[in-house]
């Protein structure tokens, strides 16, 4: 008998599209930079799916894929703060753990409301006006760098350094910081994380790490180009469209985008503020939304019911999944979409490296090899192993 299964195609863009879009980044490259990437272009597209896999082994890994903008307001959506110091200061809770084990709130996020019309300048905490500048270099010293820690335990001196010149008391037990921002996601931080980490890589010349880091951080670009991506109703479970996940980046450029897709998109160029480059694209691909979920709502009800679903029979397994004349009618509704932002990835991907590298100095990279292959292939045998055998830790996007 054979098994039904609903073809929910992988995650993000499907491995397919995330492949095919670093490999053609390559292209974009200038003559400096692309005999290196040319030399190492199947590592580049092979790795290319290495934060999906990831995201079976750390916890951490999955709130980098997207950003539930939509969560925090309504476009432009000047309520979210684009600095990840100000994003977590202005959503993090101090709570104090009493010795009997009770956990009390301290210092509520909400004291620090948000606007960027408006930027806060002070806030009042147990009746002392406290100037958000000042708050602010204490919570990048004393709070922000335990984010990855487990239990986030707050220094005590640290506390009472600050806290004290306005007279407050820290009292007994442990103080810890509770955010609440991460689990809706982090994608565009992340992006000016990894921008920094590349280019440190190109800095110190670190083939291995150059090349490791150009994989993901186009992988994370790619998410960036997706606007379901950006939104918490991120596989239509909000709508009664569940499946359009995979439908919109994997169904569709598995059809169309070797045969019809046209991928000449220009050579990379550079980028004065990665910031502000980020969060445009996010913000882009949050634009789309709309249309991605309400055509497809629309053509649901008009369509023919029975050439929506379509069986294929792969290795003896029968797999539900949209039927290609329904793809291709979607697709034509959304005038492209799908080729274009996947065009707008690619170069995006090559723009970013190439941004990296002038920022390091544009070190030659025709002495600069690949040098710790068996290190490499080493970590991606240990993620395959997790990506096997754990259960994703954090969101599915296709569920
Ligand atoms: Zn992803």
Redo the contacts with the bound molecule.
Sequence with gaps: MLAILFLSAT??WGFFAHKRINRLACFTLPSDLFGFYKRNIDYITLHAVD??KRRYASKFEAVR?YIDLDNWGVAPFEQVPRSWLEVQMHNTDIMRITKNGDTLSWMKHELLPFDMNEPTTEFIFEKNIIQIQEYKNFFRYAILPSFYDDDRDIDKSKLKDFFGQYGLHIKSGRYIAVENFSEHGILPYHLVQMQNRLKKAFETENSAQILRLSAEMG??VG?AHVPLHTTKNYNGQLTDQRGIHGFWESRIPELFADEEYDYFVGKAEYIENKEDYFWDMVLTSNSHVDSVLLIEKEMSKTFPEDQQYCYTDRSNVLTRTYCEGYARAYSDRMQGMVEKRMRDAILSIGSVWYTAWVDAGQPDMSSIDFTEKEKLEAEEAELDKAFKTEQIKGRKHTE
């Design positions: 995650v993000d934060p999906d894929h992988h994370y998410d």
